[in-house]
């Protein structure tokens, strides 16, 4: 009961794998794979716990700036003789490294498409939900719950209309991106007009559930002829745009009569 004990701790642990004989160990171990002709200085050692330590050693591989090699290596409780787990190759701070791999899905961006080309749209698709469930929007429905019911079942049953129309969550996606983009309030362009889209008789209204907020431009003299603008939206090719006074060309000078000079219309 009375025989002292020591706690062995973390530093002692990794003792023997710190110790000048892990790391010529290590370095002899990384030689062996990668050859002495690109090792270069120990450049120091990390405590992974439980007696296990990883050492670096400079690159001098070409086309490998800033990279190091790591060596793991272990000492086992009792023992002192030194096993090295692993041998690879890491970026430090100022390796030059390849960016994060990004899904081609993720990369496609609008105007990426060529003729010929193909995106297929995802079964599970947040964008989109079956026709049957909700209607098209661009169909005039019936009021009457009933009759709108008795519209989807019919149009399931003979496959008419599309087969897929925007969910609730596509036509907000497709809002804010509108609304946010070149075509919303946001811009200097929209912001310097002289009045709103909304009252442009330019402006042709939409249809369905995104017809309160957007319309299709038809100025064929507007930077946004053909492309769906908000409502508040707006641009200097108004239809009700006026010049300014100070804007307007200076006015003609009343006509002078010359009675000073003979003419060809005084000889007659």
């Not at 690879?88 to 609008?110: C, H, T």
Request: charged fraction near 25%; glycine fraction near 10%.
């Amino acid at each position: 009961m009375g025989e002292n004990r020591r706690v062995m701790t973390t530093e002692d642990a990794t003792a023997p794998a710190r110790s000048a004989a892990a790391v010529e160990a290590a370095r002899a171990a990384l030689v062996e794979q990668v050859g002495a002709d690109v090792v270069a200085d120990h450049a120091g050692a990390i405590d992974e716990g439980d007696g296990v330590v990883t050492h670096y050693f400079g690159c001098t591989q070409a086309g490998y700036p800033g990279w190091r090699w790591a060596v793991t290596v272990a000492v086992a409780p009792g023992q002192e003789r030194v096993t090295v787990d692993e041998v690879v190759l890491l970026p430090g701070d100022d390796a030059i490294i390849a960016p994060a791999w990004v899904p081609w899905r993720e990369r496609i961006r609008p105007g990426d498409l060529s003729p010929g080309d193909v995106l297929p749209v995802e079964e599970d698709d947040p964008r989109l939900v079956p026709a049957y469930l909700t209607g098209d929007p661009g169909d005039e429905l019936p009021e009457d719950a009933n009759e709108r019911r008795q519209v989807k079942e019919v149009s399931e049953e003979l496959g008419l209309g599309r087969v897929r129309v925007l969910s609730v969550e596509g036509r907000e996606l497709a809002a804010q991106r509108w609304y946010d983009g070149d075509q919303g309030p946001g811009i200097p362009l929209a912001q310097s007009a002289p009045a709103k889209c909304w009252s442009c008789g330019f402006l042709v209204r939409l249809a369905g559930p995104l017809a309160d907020s957007f319309g299709v431009c038809a100025n064929e003299y507007a930077n946004d002829d053909g492309r769906v603008v908000a409502f508040l939206h707006g641009c200097g090719a108004h239809s009700d745009a006026q010049l300014r006074r100070k804007q307007l060309p200076p006015p003609l000078p009343d006509p002078v009569f010359d009675t000073l000079s003979e003419d060809d219309f005084e000889t007659f």
